[in-house]
Nanobody, 124 residues
Framework: VQLQASGGGLVQAGDSLRLSCAAS????????VGWFRQAPGKEREFVAA???????YYDDAVKGRFTISRNNAENTVYLQMNSLKPEDTADYYC???????????????????WGQGTQVTVSS
């Protein structure tokens, strides 16, 4: 599967952004799709994931502010980011895997396909 992430930008604290992860070559509804982020000088970290069954999972840092969703007709996964904070500044990546057990969804190395990053910058 090929993934294309988009939607990043420069916003102010408190603003919202919606990231998109469009797929080709495989149906995302059968995959676990995750969003990860990597700030300069830091390791890539888990943000959110949606499994094939529609269940969603979030890192505590974004719970209540970010929402991951899937549009099966468009074969696209979205990450709605509200109440953005300067500490949300990072490159955001989407990733997918067709066979991922629940205990692995927060681990970047377990995902088999990755999109390019989209940069999110939140100014204070």
């Amino acid at each position: 599967v090929q993934l294309q992430a988009s939607g990043g930008g420069l916003v102010q604290a408190g603003d919202s952004l919606r990231l998109s992860c469009a797929a080709s070559g495989r149906t995302l509804s059968r995959e676990t799709v995750g969003w990860f982020r990597q700030a300069p000088g830091k390791e890539r970290e888990f943000v959110a994931a949606i499994r094939y069954n529609g269940y969603t999972y979030y890192d505590d840092a974004v719970k209540g502010r970010f929402t991951i969703s899937r549009n099966n007709a468009e074969n696209t996964v979205y990450l709605q980011m509200n109440s953005l904070k300067p500490e949300d500044t990072a490159d955001y990546y989407c990733a997918s895997s067709g066979s991922l057990i629940l205990s692995s969804i927060r681990t970047a190395a377990q995902y088999s396909s990755w999109g390019q990053g989209t940069q999110v910058t939140v100014s204070s």
